[in-house]
C-alpha cells in the first residue's frame, strides 16, 4: 500500500525550531515532486514549500521565505521541512504531497498522495 507519513509535529514556543518529516511506503519518492502545506483552523490548506523531482528546485511561500528549508533523502525515502524562528502563524496541520504538478505546486489538486497531517503549535 503506497502511503505518506508525516512526523515532527509539536507545541513550541515563538523564536524556535521544528523538524518535520515525510516518510513514503510502497512507492520511491524521486520520481515526484513533493509539497508541504499548512491548514488552520476554518482556512483552507495553503502552500508553504515545494521541492521539485528534476533539478531539486525549491520553492517557498513568501511567509517562510529564510526560515524554512526543504530538503530530500532518497537513501530513506523521506523529505523534510526544516522550520526556524517560528512565529505563531505558522501554527495548523501540516501535510506533505507528492506529485508532478503541471500548473502550480500550490494547487492541492496536483498531487497524487497526501499524508494524514502532523500538528504544529507555536505559542508561548
Known amino acids: 500500500q503506497s502511503r505518506l507519513v508525516e512526523s515532527g509535529g509539536d507545541l513550541v514556543q515563538p523564536g524556535g525550531s521544528l523538524r518535520l518529516s515525510c516518510a513514503a511506503s510502497?512507492?520511491?519518492?524521486?520520481?515526484?515532486?513533493i509539497g508541504w502545506f499548512r491548514q488552520a483552523p476554518g482556512e483552507e490548506r495553503k502552500g508553504v514549500s515545494y521541492l521539485s523531482h528534476n533539478d531539486g528546485t525549491t520553492y517557498y511561500a513568501d511567509s517562510v521565505k529564510g526560515r524554512f528549508t526543504v530538503s530530500r533523502d532518497s537513501a530513506k525515502n523521506t523529505v523534510y521541512l526544516q522550520m526556524n524562528s517560528l512565529k505563531p502563524e505558522d501554527t495548523g496541520v501540516y501535510y506533505c504531497?507528492?506529485?508532478?504538478?503541471?500548473?502550480?505546486?500550490?494547487?492541492?489538486?496536483?498531487?497524487?498522495?497526501w499524508g494524514q497531517g502532523t500538528q504544529v503549535t507555536v505559542s508561548s
Open positions: 510502497g512507492f520511491s519518492l524521486d520520481p515526484y515532486g
Open positions: 504531497a507528492a506529485g508532478v504538478p503541471a500548473i502550480t505546486w500550490l494547487l492541492v489538486g496536483e498531487y497524487d498522495y
